[in-house]
């Protein structure tokens, strides 16, 4: 009998959330499924990792013949301990998500639910990070449970370029009302911010994160345009976050530079 | 008169470490120089930002004849605060660090003082950071401030191609033992954990995070080599995280299985 991948399961909107029992639910009959996720939600968190503190780890009964274990550090120290303190072994699979919340074009950068998947990546780990445009701690997760199992069950056969793993968002649609799944890029987009400004009871000022998503990007080749026009966006997503194409070019002008100094 | 370039800075040691006191000095003659920096040490929070809590912003006189303010947020909120709500425009620049200890590599995606010049690149703002390989906090900052203020000098006069920042790490060398800069590449390295387990006063177990740097790339084009080599290491970095190369591969794969279903 050919031996069950070991697939780890994590979030970043922490282990009660509903979006991590319908992962979990979806890729259980793919697997032998551990799920080390943080203790509470951990939004925004992006690749944020935990030096001065000491970390608890707690064996639970959050999900049915499923062993899990909830941590008090971020999503990236989750994978970290799962790794050398659960499993002892590399996964042959990691799986984030499902995010209650859009995680496409520059969002993948603050995002908790990335980081995790992109420290597996790091580590040699097939990984990917599911969002559900969806905010709602009710939502519903049909779809993006559906295309969740599907991509687990892709990755799993093929496995994905060295460096690579994936970030996959669902549309806020039915599961008949999604047109299939679209290979795409990250859109060139930002946050543009508008922090409120309000007085506390002792009468001191505070800022309060807020802002407008803004899409620069008219292409069709974007994750942004494939949820707006009723698709699953995929985007492999790397680490290597060198500019090669900058490389030349700063390399000349300094030259020049030197010269004329 | 030409008007001076405004030049926003920011760390991850927090605004009282000796490294942004050293980055403060050595840009001042370049610009306006304002500092928004965090008022508590803030390692390892990658591209955190806060979401769930209201934020502080005070100012205070630390700097010599600079304007500063303490945040009482992670180092890309102190950007995403100082555009807003301290400058009401974009800076001309904005300058990360000096950090004490190294961000090449793999580190530039756990590092909150590479986050905060991504962070400002977002915006569209020519940014650098710039860490120092010594963690000591009495280092001697002498070599890494020359070249920060090299670096700043030329990105004012040249800009940077879009959506590129700058991660600069100056050796634990003095001044005249560098051998110059190197315009280089991310180093394929992880880090090998070993979480150090230990048992609290209250007789639970406990983690800490703990590990080994692992350079797996042996190529002389890197940050590691030119570090190791005397030379300052320059990687320019982009936010685009799409890796484009897998595209067509997974693509590929993803509609033969398709097809066989």
Redesign the interface.
């Known amino acids: 009998m050919q031996k069950r991948p070991v697939i780890l399961i994590t979030n970043d909107d922490g282990i009660t959330a509903p979006g991590i029992v319908a992962l979990v639910n979806a890729v259980k009959p793919l697997g032998e499924v551990v799920v080390v996720a943080p203790d509470s939600?951990q939004?925004?968190?992006?690749?944020?990792?935990?030096?001065?503190d000491?970390?608890?780890?707690e064996s639970v009964s959050v999900f049915e013949g499923v062993e899990a274990y909830q941590c008090s550090g971020t999503p990236?120290?989750c994978v970290?301990?799962a790794?050398?303190?659960v499993l002892h072994r590399k996964p042959d699979l990691c799986l984030s998500g499902i995010n209650h919340g859009s995680n496409s074009s520059?969002n993948?950068?603050?995002s908790g639910t990335m980081?995790a998947a992109?420290e597996a990546a790091?580590?040699g780990v097939p990984a990917a990070g599911f969002s559900l445009l969806d905010y709602n701690f009710h939502a519903d997760f049909t779809a993006a449970a559906h295309y969740a199992r599907k991509v687990a069950g892709?990755i799993l056969?093929?496995g994905?370029?060295e460096?690579?793993l994936l970030n996959v968002n669902v549309p806020k649609l039915p599961l008949d009302a999604i047109k299939g799944?679209k290979?795409a890029?990250?859109a060139?987009a930002?946050w543009q911010?508008?922090?409120a400004?309000?007085i506390?009871p002792r009468g001191?000022?505070?800022?309060?994160?807020t802002g407008k998503f803004v899409n620069m990007d008219r292409s069709r080749d974007t994750d942004e345009w494939a949820l707006n026009n009723g698709y699953v966006s995929?985007?492999?997503?790397?680490?290597?976050?060198?500019?090669?194409?900058?490389?030349d070019?700063?390399?000349k002008?300094?030259k020049e530079?030197g010269k004329n100094a």
């Open positions: 939600p939004s925004g968190m992006g690749h944020a990792i935990t030096i001065e000491p970390l608890r780890l990236v120290d970290k301990l790794v050398d303190k520059v993948v950068i603050y980081s992109m790091i580590e892709l056969g093929h994905l370029p460096g690579v799944m290979i890029r990250q060139r930002k911010e508008e922090f400004e309000r506390d001191r000022k505070y800022f309060w994160l995929v985007v492999p997503v790397q680490f290597d976050l060198t500019a090669y194409a900058a490389m070019t700063i390399n002008q300094w530079a």
